[in-house]
């Protein structure tokens, strides 16, 4: 009878990836009510540069639960890097925003970039240590059949 070895199982985040991801959640709610449905109201043709936002907002309630993989969730934040980057663009080319709207758009983005970052580099350093920990780690001596 064959050693059967189990498969590995993938990484999960980790408690912190969660917690990023949730304050994901938590400032990207406050941008739509805030910022988001005000101009959509103005303008609502903003809503079909939003969408991709909002699948990335539900992407996130899914991070935030904690089951999704760390190469998924790595893949999920550098999109969300574009669409933060995207939406600033967006919102230098709206006609005349008012002051408040500017003031929300810059605490948005500039808290979103942080915990973008701080989510790839919580990521990227656990794949890191994770690496280094198993390329330390001595090979197991080959079975004998038998």
């Known amino acids: 009878m064959p050693h059967l070895h189990p498969l590995p199982t993938p990484v999960k985040l980790s408690k912190l990836g969660r917690g990023l991801a949730a304050a994901q959640v938590i400032k990207e709610t406050l941008t739509i009510v805030l910022l988001g449905v005000p101009l959509v109201r103005e303008e609502p043709i903003i809503l079909l540069s939003a969408l991709p936002g909002l699948v990335l907002y539900l992407l996130h309630w899914q991070m935030w639960r904690g089951r999704v993989r760390r190469r998924y969730a790595a893949a999920v934040w550098a999109f969300t890097l574009l669409d933060e980057l995207w939406g600033w663009f967006l919102f230098r080319e709206l006609d005349a925003p008012t002051r408040g709207q500017v003031r929300l758009m810059h605490w948005s983005y500039f808290l979103g970039l942080g915990l973008i970052l701080l ?28």
């Open 119 to 146: 989510a790839l580099v919580e990521i990227s350093w656990r794949y890191r240590r994770a690496r280094a920990k198993t390329l330390r780690k001595p090979a197991e001596p080959a079975q004998r059949p038998g």
